[in-house]
């Protein structure tokens, strides 16, 4: 399904402030898979789902999607196949449009755009129907403007938008880590059945190990650009917090603050503020 | 006093259409589009020079958009392809334009227009013919105005009519699937793009479209005004500005078919102060510019005073309980 080979990104090459983002990646994603990707700040985690959305050109390697390779083909074309909600809620909305022009914009992503009406009546109910599945309320409030909803709530509806016409690939980067342990809890879960019923393939970054290890069948160790470690299905079954600290313990002799202090109060959703 | 007001009145609703573009480059789009000051003598110049050439005034009106589309356009072109500044790129657009419009005037600085067969000769006519003038006029002299009778009232009825089509064809657009990504690309770029949508050639089709529509009303504002002239655009920019920001002050921005509502009613209204203002004895027809800028600098800060004295009045309504009861609490706690 999606195939990254050797894939090299460097920013400011040649510059003192030269950042090696990604050291030769290699990464099969198979029809359905939902590989969940941790590490540390910088690990080039960001850098890597630019690149496959093509938001970035890497500087090497190749990008294949569907048996054809993408490498070259700009964003707005990928886009049509790829789904993605951004770490941040303000990002995958359009705040001046209403619910429902929103969501009939996800609506006409894999179709030509016409001047034919965005919202129509049969589109409408169709909205209606998927929001409320939200359990959110939101189904009542199609022509609201989404600037007035809040974090949470336009989260998840960037989350339906981004799944609503079942795309290839879908993308979340950090989609729970600016909402408070509830929302968040709500978003990780809602994002689990989503991707469950429609089985999309996923790669979701986070920084919560615990969320990590609970959703999905495979994740992936990131550090400084490189995939550090993997697990399968089998080896995921039986993952741990502990041994998965343990790993990148071996990996790097100190392990990053950061995952420490994430890896320790459990429960949901954990305020990580990556960088983006 | 009459006379002036329709005037002001002809004029404004002329000038709304030019208003409507720098909508939807100003706000739908988000994109500071200085072109206007050029595309507007574009559609002028291009209308004059085909009228005078004796061509039909429908068509060399179609002709004058046409060529504001093209303008506006290239703008876009500058910004999505050339990664230049928004601001800098229809600064360049519109001084490219200035000689781009000469040579389309064919190096006259003015065209006059008078005697010509034009579309405001059309509209008075169809008036006249049609019996509209007599009984309006019937009309006027029975409420006791009949002492200044309007030359005729074609232009203002067929004019709005225009216009409003104009507006709604806007406000149709906008709402199609093309339109809805259009506005997304003016909210939030990197949600459109992720979305599949084209955000480079949306911002020039828009860009094209709100020149397309300054340009019309350039071409008909010649031909109200009987001549086109190279200078005719400047400051225009801010005329159409100042529509929108006093529209939006006065009408509201709830829905986009009341936002262009508002902008055209903006226009008119402008239009009226303009003209109010300039018969005052103190004022000279130059302080014109000037007042403009007077106006918008109100229109801007006027409305949020206001928020703010209603918001200031708010929380003080709020704040006095608090006080009292911890007035009563040291009074209590001295005891
Ligand atoms: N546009 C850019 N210009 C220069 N350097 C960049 C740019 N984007 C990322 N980097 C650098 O590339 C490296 C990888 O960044 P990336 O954002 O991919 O990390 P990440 O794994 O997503 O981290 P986080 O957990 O903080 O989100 C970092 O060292 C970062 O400083
Ligand atoms: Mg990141």
Redo the contacts with the bound molecule.
Sequence with gaps: MLQLKNVH?V??EGQP?E????AGIDLELKSGDFVTVI????????????VITGV?APDAGEIWMDGKEVTRLPEFKRSARIGRVF?DPMAGTAASLTIEENLSIAFTRNKTRTLARGVTKKRRAFFRERLAELNLGLENRLTAKVGSLSGGERQALSLLMATLTYPSLLLL??HTAALDPARAALIAEMTERIVRASRLTTLM?T?NMQQAIALGNRLVM?DA?RIVAAFDEEEKKTLTIEKLLAVFQQMRSAASD?LLLNAFPPGAGLP?Q??? | MFASIFGALESGIIFAIMALGVYLSFRVLDFPDLTVDGSFVTGAGTAAAMITRGLDPILATACGTLAGFIAGCFTGLLHTKGKIHALLSGILMMIALWSINLRIMEDAANIPLLGKHTLMTEMADFAKITGLDASLNAALKAVGLGESLPRTWGILILMLALTLIIKMLNDWFLQTEIGLVLRATGDNKRMSRSFSANTDRLTILGLGLANAWVALSGAIYAQYGGFADIGMGVGMIIVGLASVIIGEALFGTKTIARTTLAVIGGAIIYRIVVTLALRIEFFKPGDLKLITAVIVVLALVVPKAVDNRREKRRRKRRQAPADDRNREAEQRAAT
């Design positions: 990104k920013f400011n402030d950042r090696v983002a990604l590490g540390s700040n910088g690990a080039g985690k960001s850098t890597l789902m630019n970035l770490q980067d950090e970054v920084h990131m650009g950061r990580g990556g960088g983006e």
